[in-house]
């Protein structure tokens, strides 16, 4: 089946420090996503990817649609404690039958040391 | 504009009793909706999902069953509990490859 490797699975960085997380696969993915998980509560979306090589940012988030479409990063800058969660990689294939259905990655737990 | 809810925040149930949860959306029809489960700082096991009213499919094998008897309700049940049922189960809807919307989980404990 469609599996999704998020790498590192934990990160413990100092604030201020940028952060840098991948996801890889090897299945193609016409959608890439970006959720953030804060402790008690459920996945926000932070970044939607629809095109190979698109180059999206949101604030101090940048992630890109690898070129391939079998990858994604997220990059986060210059880190702030409110950074700390579970950072979590999906996507969407071709070959779903049902749009919509993502495969997720299994996270990226963040510690930001102030 | 769209919200989910889910409820309750939190159960401590006993091992063998029934369960009921419930996931509600508004300002959407038809969305897809999903059941997942999360163990302690892991990642997200989906349980079941559902395209329409009264049709779910079922990603593993478990002590726990879906339904959705209305177009934005979805109800994850079980009945009886095991030890192993414990989590934080979320629910979410989505509809086409715009992402998932989370609700804000139930916490089980199973006892």
């Known amino acids: 089946g469609q599996q999704l490797n998020q790498s590192p699975q934990s990160m413990f960085i100092q604030e201020g420090e940028d952060v840098s997380m991948n996801c890889t696969s090897s299945s193609i993915f016409n959608t890439w996503l970006w959720y953030k998980q804060e402790p008690g509560e459920g996945p926000v979306l932070l970044i939607a990817?629809?095109?190979?090589?698109e180059l999206t940012s949101n604030g101090r988030l940048t992630a890109q649609f690898g070129i391939t479409r079998k990858d994604s990063f997220l990059n986060i800058s210059a880190s702030i404690p409110s950074d700390v969660g579970i950072y979590f990689c999906a996507a969407t294939g071709y070959y779903n039958t049902n749009a919509g259905k993502s495969t997720f990655g299994d996270g990226t737990t963040l510690t930001v040391k102030p | 504009s769209q919200t989910i809810h889910q409820w309750p925040a939190t159960l401590v149930q006993p091992v063998g009793s029934p369960l009921s949860l419930e996931c509600t959306v508004e300002?959407?029809?038809?969305?897809?909706l999903y059941w997942y489960r999360q163990a302690a700082g892991r990642g997200l096991q989906l349980l079941f999902y559902s395209v329409g009213i009264g049709q779910i499919s079922s990603e593993v094998p478990q002590n726990l069953s879906a339904s959705r008897p209305q177009d934005r309700q979805f109800i994850l049940s079980s009945k009886k509990l095991l030890l192993s049922d414990s989590g934080f189960y979320l629910c979410?809807?989505?509809?086409?490859?715009?992402?998932?919307?989370f609700g804000s989980g139930t916490r089980l404990t199973v006892v």
């Open positions: 990817l629809y095109k190979a090589g």
């Open positions: 979410a809807w989505s509809v086409t490859n715009y992402g998932y919307t």
């Open positions: 300002g959407t029809s038809n969305p897809n």
